[in-house]
DNA sequence: GTGAAAGCGCTAACAC
DNA sequence: GTGTTAGCGCTTTCAC
């Protein structure tokens, strides 16, 4: 690699000191009062060698790298995709770059990777988490580091976050359901168990359910580890069915759960909705056009990152995360199809 | 941000040098015949005082990040989200990290972000590009600066790349559309035409129908403009449907590009496949579980990410790019759904 | 076996 | 006003 033009190449070709031509680069030279022509002696110079400053010392020198991290269980989630290129605009926008981690689930990886990333001197992380507790991002917040959690939330933290109206949504699915007067329910969700977004959805589902005096028996909590969403909830499905067990409607928990529920209903032979109706969390385009089309719970993605990254920049222009906890909480909105309407 | 613990603070405590220390925690303290117990003491303070490496630093003086950059078209497509999920568990596995960038297709934008990216010092790039010709990475390889080209290639590129039998692809497609007994044909492309997949793509088609004496008039070969793919589909759909110009199958030229037609077909009552049949380039899991369901030719996404990862991995140790170019092309396969079939 | 010194490229703080 | 010196945290070379 052609070795680059460096700071000191051209101090010394000018017979001047480093110092001054840093002035100069960063527009300082002014308000240091360096006579207007060094200054045009140096900036010529420095088109003749084209000179470019190495971002990187200069990051080294001023401990400011311009690079965020985002971290999520799988950026090749739709969900996770449309806000991790929403966050890459808005980075780029302002002069960031964005280091982007997938955690499958794992709270180890998730660690060894927020350390790699601080280690790397990231100014700041976006993260939806996978622990069970805010311990760890507390002492991130302690520490000073800026930092916001989306998505998930936990309780007793003291990060930034920013969220959506899980409990909501799941109130929207559970009363839209009712109305259509279906009467028996399956949740199929995800474990661990812990996860926040999770745990509120089947909350506000089951609260609702139990107001119309509803409950959901044991047998129709379908909790799939993320590793084997598919496959599990294959054999679940096939043998309700075997059963003659299946509920009349089933609500899913991400959209990742609604298409794997799909398409083994569909491989089952089951009718959507005239069998089983099925409504979702979290709306991605394809449920527009899929057979049937599928009713969903929609998240405002493009305010999530907004707001996420708002957030950040406040807390990193602040030059530490904010005393105060700030919470963004966002609405969701129902949209209803084909999949959850009673034949 | 409680000051960290440096090198130096470990030395001064132990009353050696820093040099030492820094042998000892890069295991190259036997090779210099540090004595045990010596290098017991370090490790032993290093606990102790809970040191941890400052990696920028190190990344500094040893001129290796251990971060590569991805660059594509847009990372929330379907296609570019895979790739982008594989390249980042190689990397992973690998010690790197992954910085990703979208273009939109934009040529000025991409270039600006392989520049900031290597001002960040990656240590080498993986892109599909936006641009029309293999100038600007001809420099790059000259420049020894570690770098694959995936997807998309140019002509007379001395870079290393992978990429797709798209011209085989494309003719499996014409092939099965010919065999079902359609007669006239349009393609759904994307403009800028210079991009090499969508141009490859065509003239397998077209190549592919000429064998069998068939042409495709220009009103029937669609380009899109990226940034409005929806909005202008739907024009020109509307518009051939209106004069009762539809040919019997569309061949769309990628994921995006085909659910978007699914999407305008369907609101103006076109029936598929009966009136219009449809098969796409690029196979994405939701093509199962459309109303039609939709023939696609699937593309190796894991292996794209797997050669490309290899490859510049192999350039990174080098210490340069490779001299011999290195040229990947992985076969494709056909899908055959409800979409495609003459009824 | 171990240490001292130089220096990566840059900028903040401090002289003259 | 106009400059320079010191040093960020680390590794590497070479001297003892």
Redesign the interface.
């Given at each position: 690699?052609?070795k680059r033009v460096s700071i000191s190449d051209i101090a010394e070709s000018l017979g001047v000191s480093k110092a001054l031509v840093s002035l100069v680069i960063n527009d300082k030279a002014d308000a240091h009062g360096i006579s207007a022509e060094t200054q045009k002696r140096v900036r010529d110079k420095i088109r003749e060698l084209n000179y470019?400053?190495?971002?990187?010392?200069r990051?080294?020198r001023v401990g400011k790298?311009n690079?965020i991290g985002l971290i999520v269980s799988?950026?090749?989630n739709?969900f996770y995709?449309?806000i991790?290129?929403d966050i890459?605009?808005h980075a780029?926008n302002n002069g960031y770059?964005?280091?982007?981690?997938?955690t499958d689930e794992n709270v180890e990886k998730e660690m060894k990777q927020i350390k790699?990333?601080r280690?790397?001197?990231i100014d700041g992380l976006i993260i939806s988490s996978s622990q069970d507790n805010s311990d760890y991002f507390n002492k991130l917040s302690e520490?000073?580091?800026p930092h916001v959690l989306i998505d998930r939330r936990f309780d007793d933290m003291q990060s930034a976050n920013v969220s959506v109206d899980n409990y909501g949504g799941a109130r929207l699915a559970a009363e839209h359901l009712l109305k259509q007067g279906f009467s028996s329910f399956a949740v199929v969700a995800l474990s661990p168990d812990h996860i926040s977004t999770i745990r509120e959805r089947i909350k506000g589902f089951t609260d609702t359910l139990g107001k119309a005096n509803v409950q959901i028996p044991p047998c129709w909590l379908i909790s799939l580890p993320f590793d084997r969403i598919d496959k599990e909830l294959d054999n679940r499905l096939q043998s309700l069915h075997r059963q003659g067990q299946l509920p009349e409607a089933i609500f899913t928990l991400n959209n990742n759960l609604t298409?794997s529920c799909?398409?083994h209903l569909?491989k089952l032979s089951v009718n959507i909705p005239e069998d089983v109706a099925v409504i979702g969390f979290d709306d991605i385009?394809?449920f527009?056009?899929?057979?049937?089309?599928v009713s969903a719970i929609g998240q405002p993605t493009d305010r999530i990152s907004e707001e996420a990254f708002k957030l950040l920049l406040q807390q990193i222009n602040n030059g530490?995360a904010d005393g105060r906890q700030r919470s963004v909480v966002l609405p969701v909105d129902i949209i209803i199809r084909e999949s959850s309407i009673k034949h």
């Open positions: 690699m052609a470019q400053p190495d971002l990187f010392a990051s080294f790298t690079t799988d950026i090749s739709r995709a449309r991790a290129r890459e605009d780029w770059t964005v280091i982007i981690c997938s790699l990333l280690d790397r001197k520490a000073g580091f298409s799909l398409k569909t385009m394809y527009e056009h899929t057979h049937p089309s530490k």
